[in-house]
């Protein structure tokens, strides 16, 4: 398993039009990342942030990440371990937001057909989803520079690591 693709990824449910305050809530701005994170989602799956578990997968409806800028709605998702979103659609925002801290996000017009508590295998470079059954779900491709920002986990991390290999001799 890669940072781009995962085999038997729990799937976690929720609706459409999730904005960032329920991913990262106005109250918990204050604090660091781990507090924020306790809160991430606590307003439409109060469960969400103590069950999940590293590799699980969230699937949303459309309009995903909507709301502001905070950089923190998409580092609350990396610090729980989620290994990608998938949602027909994300705001644009968002989407930067969260390839910039390692987070895949998975395009795919038919990801509401996916249900709570399935297990997907998933492979971003191939563009694809295989729901149980091995019933394939296509996503949109992703350019190669934003795969290689997720597998440094993010942007500040390849940048680390480019800047690392000019200084070694």
């Given amino acids: 398993m890669t940072a781009i693709a995962a085999a038997g990824a729990r799937v976690w449910r929720v609706g459409a039009q999730v904005d960032t305050d329920q991913l990262a809530p106005g ?3 204050k604090h660091g990342i ?3 994170a306790r809160h991430c989602l606590e307003s439409v799956r109060p469960d969400f942030a103590a069950g999940v578990r590293p590799g699980d997968v969230l699937v949303a409806g459309p309009d995903f990440g909507i709301g502001s800028s905070r950089e923190q709605a998409a580092s609350a998702l990396v610090h ?3 290994a990608a979103v998938v949602a027909p659609s994300f705001s644009g925002l968002y989407f930067r937001n969260a390839f910039n801290v390692g987070l895949l996000l998975l ?3 038919r990801a509401e057909e996916i249900t ?4 997907i295998d998933f492979d971003a470079a191939a563009g694809r989803i295989v729901r149980p059954g091995g019933e394939l779900l296509p996503t949109q491709p992703i350019p190669g520079f ?3 920002m997720v597998a440094a986990g993010g942007l500040l991390a390849q940048l680390q690591q480019r800047s690392s290999r000019r200084t070694t001799p």
């Avoid at 709570?116 to 297990?119: A, F, H, L, S």
């Fill in 107 to 109: 395009t795919c017009e």
């Fill in 34 to 36: 781990e507090v924020v």
């Fill in 146 to 148: 934003l795969l290689d």
């Fill in 116 to 119: 709570e508590g399935e297990r």
């Fill in 80 to 82: 729980l371990g989620l």
């Fill in 27 to 29: 109250h918990a701005m």
